[in-house]
């Protein structure tokens, strides 16, 4: 990672144009040691080449090729200009930062800086924000970041083995800081735990930064060398104990059925996170769509650095298909092939693999226009020979299409007690707790089941304590108990009376 002290971030800047801005910035990289004069010739050269501006108001100004030798050390002078700065065709950028980098160093430090600023929020922030610290630590990835993101999921992999899926989560979590390497290869070698309904929980307890939570599911099950049926795994990366209530969910059956069924990263994330995903009330009939995927090997010597990356956006933006990349390898979840932000971020060198899928009626002709500007080194000539061929292919997929059948309603069987008690213990239902709640349920011969109103969850059998610790019940959480038996009436009775008392506490 890149070091960047925070007297190379100039807050509230101000320049009458763009370059104007990037003489400032010029001047900078020279001052702090990190260029020799005449650096500046060669960021102005690059912009006459490409418009160097990312998205999200982000401009990243650096030399050309031939300017490199100039380079001392590899760093930035970052520019926050509040009122923007028209970068042309219509851009304005508001944080403009000059790079100096040797060799291929800047690909590095590029992907670094996209993984944070690809974020629209994120970037946003950045605009107005007054403090040096906290604009350092957003750049550098250290402001803590949320467990539950969508870059931590990857859906529909083409995979019959556990190893790749931890593998992409791995790599997901160590792309964004969250573990680091001793966590990726000792994580990689565990084959972790089968929770039940095809899902692999695994986690290390080295390397861990901040608390995350990844999920990749292959498109189909297929059984481990155990003879298990797996089709996700779930990695965890936990500092603290404020994953718990994530962990409580995941042992719940609802929850893992859930998960195996949702149909996006965004429904992934509100299971994860304890919200319920309303029930799609239709029954579903599938139709076929047409995909065209075309998987292509970079020849550019440097990459996918600025200028062959504007090239290859510029090449998908005028077809109306809809097309994603993911770069092979590196696991990375699929991106707008049409945003150079997130083409950046994938971290491109010579020699990757990059699989673009396109959908629409034009699918087929982007694709195509894709495979030959990335064959014609995207305006950098031949660059290095590929050892895998070029592909396209056509595939049809199945996609769900609702019909307006409403669902059967469950009918509850006659003979059901139910009540429903407020938990008072100050921690919730810890193991103590816990324990002695299981341990009144079992006095009884009547079927019991509890289900946590406030989490919303499925109702799990009240004689089992791995099941009812993962209800993750906190203090005030409502408890709906439901007994079906001879002395149904008599077993209520007694567990709202011991979670009156305070369950022992």
């Not at 735990?193 to 986690?203: A, E, P, R, S, T």
């Not at 049409?338 to 034009?362: E, I, P, Q």
């Not at 002395?487 to 709202?496: E, N, S």
């Amino acid at each position: 990672m890149f070091n960047l002290p925070e007297h190379n971030i100039h807050l509230s800047a101000t320049a009458d144009n763009k370059q104007q801005a990037i003489e400032m910035a010029a001047n900078a990289l020279v001052q702090g040691g990190y260029v020799a004069a005449g650096y500046l010739q060669g960021m102005l050269a690059r912009e006459q080449q490409t418009s160097t501006f990312l998205g999200n108001g982000i401009a990243i100004p650096h030399g050309t090729l031939e300017t490199r030798d100039m380079v001392k050390k590899t760093g930035v002078q970052i520019f926050q200009f509040p009122n923007g700065i028209e970068w042309g065709e219509g851009n304005t950028a508001y944080i403009v930062i000059g790079i100096a980098a040797r060799s291929d160093e800047h690909l590095a430090l590029l992907r670094q800086l996209t993984h944070v600023l690809g974020d629209d929020d994120t970037a946003a922030s950045l605009v107005t924000l007054q403090d040096k610290a906290e604009f350092r630590a957003i750049l550098m990835g250290e402001k803590k970041e949320p467990a539950l993101q969508l870059d931590f999921i990857t859906l529909d992999v083409e995979t019959n083995s556990t190893l790749t899926l931890t593998a992409i989560n791995a790599g997901k979590l160590e792309a964004k800081s969250a573990v680091d390497p001793r966590f990726v290869s000792q994580v990689i070698a565990d084959q972790g735990l089968v929770i039940g309904n095809g899902i692999v929980l695994n986690d290390n307890a080295q390397g861990n930064q901040f608390n995350a939570v990844a999920f990749s599911r292959a498109k189909q099950a297929f059984n481990n060398a155990n003879g298990d049926a797996v089709q996700a795994v779930i990695t965890v990366a936990a500092v603290d104990d404020q994953l718990n209530s994530v962990l409580a969910l995941l042992l719940t059956a609802e929850t893992q059925t859930a998960l195996l069924q949702a149909s996006s990263a965004e429904q992934i994330i509100a299971l994860l996170d304890g919200k319920s995903v309303e029930a799609d009330n239709t029954q579903s009939t599938t139709s076929a769509v047409q995909q065209v995927v075309g998987t292509f090997t970079v020849r550019n010597e440097h990459g996918l650095h600025a200028r062959p990356g504007a090239l290859l956006v510029s090449t998908v933006k005028p077809f109306a298909a809809k097309v994603t990349v993911e770069n092979l390898d590196r696991p990375t979840a699929a991106v707008n092939a049409k945003s150079l932000m997130k083409l950046v971020a994938l971290g491109v060198v010579a020699g990757h693999r990059l699989r673009f899928t396109a959908a629409g009626d034009d699918a087929k002709a982007a694709i195509e226009a894709i495979g030959k500007a990335i064959a014609d080194g995207l305006g950098e000539g031949a660059g290095i020979t590929p050892q895998q061929a070029d592909s396209i292919e056509e595939v049809t997929s199945a996609v769900a299409t609702a019909s307006t059948t409403p669902a059967t309603d469950a009918v509850n069987s006659d003979g059901q007690i139910e009540g429903t008690f407020s938990l008072k213990n100050e921690h919730g239902l810890h193991a103590r707790p816990c324990a002695l709640l299981v341990q009144e349920a079992k006095k009884f011969q009547s079927a019991i089941t509890v289900e946590n109103l406030d989490r919303q969850s499925a109702a799990v059998s009240a004689k089992s304590m791995m099941k009812v610790v993962a209800l993750g019940a906190l203090k005030g959480h409502q408890l709906r108990f439901v007994a079906k038996g001879e002395d149904a009436q008599r077993a209520i009775d007694a567990i709202g009376a011991a979670i009156a008392a305070g369950l022992g506490e």
